[in-house]
């Protein structure tokens, strides 16, 4: 099953569910999302269309039954931006402050070049200041 939604936000979802067939005979569903509009080496236009791409992604993720994967083409930009958010966006809630420069360090000592550029960092908190 799969679907395109354009939300309001100029930014449009591709969301797609698949059923897998584990050995045994029990099912797994994987739900994917897809931020169409997503510059590579870019940002996406508006900060609060990264926002609610987020909103609806956690819509669907409050009780996975497995774990949460992101991925871009190279594993770092995109998929660097989008954890940075997620987990400022906790920061924020838990202790009412956030340290993006903190974040996007910390990220790098796991995986180097994640948040690739300044233009990056300054979109990331483009967004939380936008919340």
């Not at 354009?6 to 797994?28: D, I, K, N």
């Amino acid at each position: 099953m799969s679907s395109v939604t354009a939300l309001p936000c100029y930014f449009s979802v591709a969301e797609q569910l698949w059923m897998l067939m584990l050995q045994g005979g029990s099912t797994l569903a994987v739900q994917q999302f897809h931020f169409t509009t997503w510059p590579d080496h870019g940002v996406p236009l508006y900060p609060t269309s990264l926002l609610a791409f987020h909103k609806k992604f956690r819509g669907c993720s409050d009780s996975p039954s497995g774990p949460t994967v992101i991925h871009c083409s190279a594993g770092v930009g995109r998929t660097g931006t989008f954890i940075a958010l997620d987990y400022l966006l906790d920061q924020a809630k838990a202790e009412h402050k956030v340290d993006v420069f903190g974040c996007v360090c910390q990220m790098r000592t796991s995986r180097v070049n994640m948040v690739q550029t300044e233009v990056i960092i300054v979109y990331i908190s483009s967004i939380l200041t936008a919340c």
